[in-house]
């Protein structure tokens, strides 16, 4: 089952604005991490941020964690067409296991 | 390649068929997964290999899914007697041991 909720489901924003969403987990983790998925196409790595770290930036991407809130937050600036894509957080727990367990993700659609 | 392969890219199955579903890793990569996504859903962990040793399979969602890694290498997901809900994408990942995951762009299996 998945742990993660994204919110917003979907979000559309004109070319140029930031994009912001959020993730919220359940369970603790040794490290977050976003992934990007366009149609068709398989996941993108974009970032990973360890549980011992609050703020974490590459490129036009920034990475925010909260565990005590169980939650990060990932913007976008200045967004591009080629943004549009499906963006997913993926969890990977503190019990030595590899695995990741993906939230539901947020559809982002970039308007020229 | 340098990245994932994975091989059908796409796979219509009449109910009840059998089905393998073939993982090329990147060359060098200990760790291997099994995902699989539904449509509108982030990926769900199936199966997890080091090396040739399967080490959780706890998401193999019933015994008619198998999976293997006979040399370390390439992976092969059965899935037996196939049925309507396997209709999905199954997606493959390799890492460097507790390393960052590469996904392959999977196999979207649809059963009819």
């Known amino acids: 089952s998945q742990q993660g909720e994204e919110d917003p489901q979907a979000l559309s924003i004109q070319e140029g604005e930031n994009a912001t969403m959020n993730c919220s987990y359940k369970t603790s983790i040794n490290n977050l991490q976003w992934y990007r998925q366009n149609s068709g196409r398989g996941l993108v790595h974009l970032i990973l941020i360890r549980s011992n770290e609050r703020e974490k930036h590459s490129g036009r991407l920034r990475v925010t964690l909260d565990t005590s809130k169980k939650s990060s937050s990932l913007l976008i600036t200045a967004s591009r067409a080629a943004d549009t894509a499906s963006y997913f957080c993926a969890t990977k727990s503190n019990f030595g296991n590899e695995k990741l367990t993906f939230g539901t993700g947020t559809r982002l659609t970039i308007i020229p | 390649g340098a990245g994932v392969s994975q091989s059908p890219r796409y796979k219509v199955a009449k109910r009840g068929q059998d089905v393998a579903l073939r993982c090329d890793p990147i060359s060098g990569h200990v760790s291997l997964f099994w995902y699989q996504q539904a449509l509108g859903q982030g990926p769900e962990f199936l199966t997890y290999f080091q090396n040739e040793a399967q080490l959780d399979k706890s998401g193999l969602p019933s015994d008619r899914f198998f999976a293997e890694r006979p040399e370390g290498s390439v992976s092969t997901l059965k899935i037996q007697r196939t049925q309507q809900e396997d209709s999905a994408v199954y997606l493959c990942?390799?890492?460097?041991?507790?390393?960052?995951?590469?996904f392959g762009p999977g196999t979207r299996l649809t059963v009819l």
């Open positions: 990942a390799s890492s460097a041991l507790r390393s960052e995951q590469f």
